[in-house]
C-alpha cells in the first residue's frame, strides 16, 4: 500500500469513527464534543449520500456548537433546498449575507436556490455576484451555461461555456455540453469550426477530437469525421464511443465490414451493450446475411428483452427467409413494446399483406396512416390494399385524405385519377390527372404501371400529350 492509498484509508477509518460516534450520540440522546472540521465531515459525507434527515441533524448539531460559522448556516440552506423548502432556505442566506457578504459560496447557493425555482434572471445575478468573489470562476461560468441551457437561451449558454474552456480546457463536461448546444442550435458548421480552433491549441484532447467527429457526422462528411474518431482512439485506446460512433460513419459509407469490425472492437473496451449488438445485427441485414443478423438481434435481445428494434430486425430477417408467420410474432412482439410506432405497424400490416390477412392488414395500415400521416407512402399502400380487394369507393377515399395531407404529391392525383377511371367517374379523373400533371409530368408512367388498359384510352393519352414539353 502506497503513502497516499495509506493516508486514503486512515481518512476513511477516522470518518466512520466520527459517524459511529455522532450516530450513537444521537441514539442515546447524548451530547458529545466535535470539533468544527468534523462535524463538516460528517454533514459532507451525509450529503453526498442523500442522507438529508441526518445531513439536517448533524447540521442543527453544529449551529447549536458553532452558532457564528456561516458555513454551517449555508449548509442548512442547502439541506433546506435540497428537500423544497426554498423559502425558508432564503432567509437563512439573508442572515448568512449580513454576516459574511463576501462569501461566494452565499452567491452560489442562492443562484442554485432560484434556479430551482424558476427564476433565471435572479439565478444569474447570483451567479454572476459568485463570480466576482470566487477563484473557481469555470465552475461558476458552468452554472451559468446550465442555468441559460434550461431556460432555451442557447446562444448565451454557449458563450459561457467558451469561457469555461478558456479557463479550464480539460474541463469534459464543459466539451460535452458545448457540443450538445451546438446540436441543439442546428450550428454544425460553428461546432467544426471551434473544435478546429481549439485542436490547434489542445492537439491532446480525445473528446474535442470525439465532439469534431460528432459534428462531421452530422453534417454527413463521413471521412472527416472517421479521421476525427481516429485521433481520439490513437490518444485514448479505451474510447468506447469514438469505436461506436466511427463504425456508424463506416455504415454511412455504406462500408458494413468495416463497421462490423469496429462494433466488435467497441465491445472490447466496454460492456457488451444492445444497441451495439443491434447494430451489428442491423450490417449483417443489409449484407443479406440474415443468419448472422438473428444471431447479433437476439444478443440484442439478450440484454434488453422488449428492444423493438431488435424484434423487428429479426421479424424483417424472418420475413426475408419465408417464415412469415415467425415474422408477424416478432413484429407483433414489436409492436407491444411500442404501440404508437408507426414503422412496426407499417412493416405489419406488409407481412399481413403478403399472407393475405387482408383485414388485419387493413387495421395495420390505418393506424399507420392516424399515427404517422405524413408518410405519403402509406396512402398509397393503403388505397392499394383496398382497391385489390375491389373496395374502390374505400380506396379513393383514403387517396382523398392523402391528398389533403400532401397536396403537392404527384403520385397520389395520378393514382386518384386512375382510381376514378375504373369506376366511369372520367371528368374527375382528368381533372385530377391535369394537376398530377402540372405536378411532375415524368411520373406519368405510373399511371400505365397501376391500370395498363389505360394506355388504350384516348381522352387521358390526349391530355398527357398536351403536357408534353
Same mark, same amino acid.
Given at each position: 500500500?502506497?503513502?497516499?492509498?495509506?493516508?486514503?484509508?486512515?481518512?476513511?477509518?477516522?470518518?466512520?469513527?466520527?459517524?459511529?460516534?455522532? !450516530?450513537?450520540?444521537?441514539? =442515546?440522546?447524548?451530547?458529545?464534543?466535535?470539533? &468544527?472540521?468534523?462535524? #463538516?465531515?460528517?454533514?459532507?459525507?451525509?450529503?453526498?449520500?442523500?442522507?438529508?434527515?441526518?445531513? $439536517?441533524?448533524?447540521?442543527?448539531?453544529?449551529?447549536?456548537?458553532?452558532?457564528?460559522?456561516? $458555513?454551517?448556516?449555508?449548509?442548512?440552506?442547502?439541506? %433546506?433546498?435540497?428537500?423544497?423548502q426554498s423559502q425558508k432556505a432564503?432567509? $437563512?442566506?439573508?442572515?448568512?449575507? *449580513?454576516?459574511?457578504?463576501?462569501?461566494?459560496?452565499?452567491?452560489?447557493?442562492?443562484?442554485?436556490?432560484? &434556479?430551482?425555482?424558476?427564476?433565471?434572471?435572479?439565478?444569474?445575478?447570483?451567479?454572476?455576484?459568485?463570480?466576482? /468573489?470566487?477563484?473557481?470562476?469555470?465552475?461558476?461560468?458552468?452554472?451559468?451555461?446550465? #442555468?441559460?441551457?434550461?431556460?432555451?437561451k442557447i446562444d448565451d449558454a454557449?458563450?459561457?461555456?467558451?469561457?469555461?474552456?478558456?479557463?479550464?480546457?480539460?474541463?469534459?463536461?464543459?466539451?460535452?455540453? %458545448?457540443?450538445?448546444?451546438?446540436?441543439?442550435?442546428? =450550428?454544425? +458548421?460553428?461546432?467544426?469550426?471551434?473544435?478546429?480552433?481549439?485542436?490547434?491549441?489542445?492537439?491532446?484532447?480525445?473528446?474535442?477530437?470525439?465532439?469534431?467527429?460528432?459534428?462531421?457526422?452530422?453534417?454527413?462528411?463521413? +471521412?472527416?469525421?472517421?479521421?476525427?474518431?481516429?485521433?481520439?482512439?490513437?490518444?485514448?485506446?479505451?474510447?468506447?464511443?469514438?469505436?461506436?460512433?466511427?463504425?456508424?460513419?463506416?455504415?454511412?459509407?455504406?462500408?458494413?465490414?468495416?463497421?462490423?469490425?469496429?462494433?466488435?472492437?467497441?465491445?472490447?473496451?466496454?460492456?457488451?451493450?444492445?444497441?451495439?449488438?443491434?447494430?451489428?445485427?442491423?450490417?449483417?441485414?443489409?449484407?443479406?446475411?440474415?443468419?448472422?443478423?438473428?444471431?447479433?438481434?437476439?444478443?440484442?435481445?439478450?440484454?434488453?428483452?422488449?428492444?423493438?428494434?431488435?424484434?423487428?430486425?429479426?421479424?424483417?430477417?424472418?420475413?426475408?427467409? !419465408?417464415?412469415?408467420? +415467425?415474422?408477424?410474432?416478432?413484429?407483433?412482439?414489436?409492436?407491444?413494446?411500442?404501440?404508437?410506432?408507426?414503422?412496426?405497424?407499417?412493416?405489419?400490416?406488409?407481412?399481413?399483406?403478403?399472407?393475405?390477412?387482408?383485414?388485419?392488414?387493413?387495421?395495420?395500415?390505418?393506424?399507420?396512416?392516424?399515427?404517422?400521416?405524413?408518410?405519403?407512402?402509406?396512402?398509397?399502400?393503403?388505397?392499394?390494399?383496398?382497391?385489390?380487394?375491389?373496395?374502390?369507393?374505400? *380506396?379513393?377515399?383514403? /387517396?382523398?385524405?392523402?391528398?389533403?395531407?400532401?397536396?403537392?404529391?404527384?403520385?397520389?392525383?395520378?393514382?386518384? *385519377?386512375?382510381?376514378?377511371?375504373?369506376?366511369?367517374?372520367?371528368?374527375?379523373?382528368?381533372?385530377?390527372?391535369?394537376?398530377?400533371?402540372?405536378?411532375?409530368?415524368?411520373?406519368?408512367?405510373?399511371?400505365?404501371?397501376?391500370?395498363?388498359?389505360?394506355?388504350?384510352?384516348?381522352?387521358?393519352?390526349?391530355? $398527357?400529350?398536351?403536357?408534353?414539353?
Amino acid at each position: 500500500m502506497g503513502h497516499e492509498d495509506s493516508g486514503d484509508y486512515r481518512g476513511a477509518k477516522r470518518l466512520l469513527v466520527l459517524l459511529n460516534r455522532f !450516530e450513537e450520540m444521537i441514539r =442515546q440522546n447524548n451530547n458529545y464534543y466535535f470539533e &468544527s472540521e468534523e462535524m #463538516e465531515d460528517i454533514i459532507d459525507y451525509y450529503f453526498d449520500k442523500n442522507n438529508s434527515k441526518n445531513a $439536517i441533524l448533524a447540521i442543527d448539531f453544529a449551529i447549536a456548537q458553532f452558532p457564528f460559522y456561516t $458555513i454551517f448556516h449555508l449548509r442548512k440552506a442547502q439541506a %433546506l433546498a435540497a428537500t423544497n423548502q426554498s423559502q425558508k432556505a432564503l432567509e $437563512i442566506l439573508s442572515y448568512v449575507e *449580513s454576516i459574511e457578504p463576501n462569501n461566494p459560496e452565499l452567491f452560489m447557493t442562492k443562484g442554485g436556490i432560484y &434556479s430551482q425555482m424558476g427564476l433565471t434572471e435572479q439565478a444569474i445575478e447570483n451567479y454572476k455576484k459568485a463570480a466576482e /468573489l470566487s477563484d473557481a470562476i469555470d465552475e461558476i461560468y458552468m452554472a451559468m451555461a446550465f #442555468e441559460f441551457q434550461g431556460s432555451g437561451k442557447i446562444d448565451d449558454a454557449i458563450y459561457y461555456l467558451k469561457k469555461v474552456l478558456e479557463i479550464n480546457p480539460d474541463s469534459e463536461m464543459g466539451i460535452y455540453e %458545448l457540443a450538445f448546444c451546438y446540436e441543439i442550435n442546428g =450550428q454544425n +458548421e460553428e461546432a467544426v469550426k471551434y473544435y478546429t480552433e481549439f485542436l490547434e491549441k489542445y492537439p491532446y484532447t480525445p473528446t474535442a477530437w470525439f465532439n469534431l467527429g460528432v459534428a462531421y457526422a452530422r453534417l454527413t462528411f463521413w +471521412e472527416k469525421a472517421i479521421a476525427a474518431y481516429d485521433y481520439a482512439i490513437a490518444i485514448d485506446e479505451k474510447f468506447s464511443s469514438a469505436y461506436f460512433n466511427k463504425a456508424n460513419s463506416l455504415v454511412g459509407l455504406n462500408k458494413l465490414d468495416e463497421a462490423i469490425k469496429v462494433y466488435k472492437e467497441t465491445l472490447e473496451h466496454e460492456e457488451p451493450d444492445s444497441i451495439t449488438f443491434y447494430y451489428i445485427g442491423e450490417c449483417y441485414e443489409k449484407k443479406e446475411d440474415f443468419e448472422k443478423a438473428l444471431t447479433y438481434y437476439h444478443k440484442a435481445l439478450s440484454i434488453d428483452p422488449v428492444m423493438g428494434d431488435a424484434l423487428l430486425g429479426i421479424g424483417i430477417c424472418l420475413d426475408a427467409q !419465408e417464415k412469415k408467420i +415467425e415474422a408477424l410474432h416478432y413484429v407483433k412482439r414489436a409492436i407491444d413494446s411500442d404501440k404508437e410506432n408507426s414503422d412496426f405497424w407499417y412493416i405489419y400490416g406488409e407481412i399481413q399483406e403478403e399472407l393475405k390477412f387482408y383485414e388485419e392488414a387493413e387495421i395495420s395500415f390505418k393506424k399507420v396512416s392516424e399515427l404517422d400521416p405524413g408518410n405519403s407512402e402509406i396512402w398509397l399502400d393503403y388505397a392499394n390494399l383496398l382497391f385489390e380487394q375491389e373496395n374502390k369507393n374505400g *380506396s379513393l377515399e383514403i /387517396l382523398a385524405e392523402g391528398i389533403k395531407h400532401h397536396p403537392q404529391n404527384a403520385e397520389l392525383h395520378y393514382r386518384i *385519377s386512375a382510381c376514378l377511371m375504373s369506376i366511369g367517374q372520367k371528368q374527375e379523373a382528368l381533372s385530377f390527372l391535369q394537376s398530377a400533371l402540372k405536378l411532375n409530368y415524368e411520373k406519368h408512367v405510373e399511371l400505365f404501371e397501376y391500370i395498363p388498359t389505360l394506355r388504350q384510352n384516348t381522352s387521358i393519352i390526349d391530355l $398527357i400529350e398536351s403536357y408534353k414539353k
